[in-house]
């Protein structure tokens, strides 16, 4: 079974820049959408970026627009999420995702998420 691991979270000040990177083993990455999602205490999670497999189109949601870039290395089985200008609202755990098949997991950006790494926290705060 596959497995995702996220690294790159921390605290970083308003305005600041951190690039969130997560490792796949197991499966065949380039062969599944990928997603980055986030949670903030007390609320539920919610669908960050996505990108697609066939052609690498890209999904964000519309309040990182312009800030966020996802990103990915087939060669590596890497996923990457590069945040700038990053504000007090992005703050949460924030989790890479993949769409496996099957008809069960977390529908964002036309996909179906069901394999989740564990989490890396992103503060930011002054």
């Known amino acids: 079974q596959g497995q995702l691991v996220e690294s790159g979270g921390g605290l970083v000040q308003p305005g600041g820049s951190l690039r969130l990177s997560c490792a796949a083993s197991g499966f065949t990455f380039g062969h599944y959408a990928l997603g980055w999602f986030r949670q903030a205490p007390g609320k539920e999670r919610e669908g960050v970026s996505a990108?697609?497999?066939?052609?690498?189109?890209?999904y964000y949601k519309d309040s990182v627009k312009g800030r966020f870039t996802i990103s990915k290395d087939k060669a590596k089985n890497m996923l990457y999420l590069q945040m700038n200008s990053l504000k007090p609202e992005d703050t949460g755990v924030y989790y890479c995702?993949?769409?496996?098949?099957?008809?069960?997991?977390?529908?964002?950006?036309?996909?179906?998420?069901?394999?989740w790494g564990q989490g890396s926290q992103v503060t930011v705060s002054s």
């Open positions: 990108i697609s497999s066939s052609d690498d189109s890209t």
């Open positions: 995702a993949a769409d496996v098949g099957g008809n069960f997991g977390t529908y964002r950006f036309g996909f179906r998420f069901s394999s």
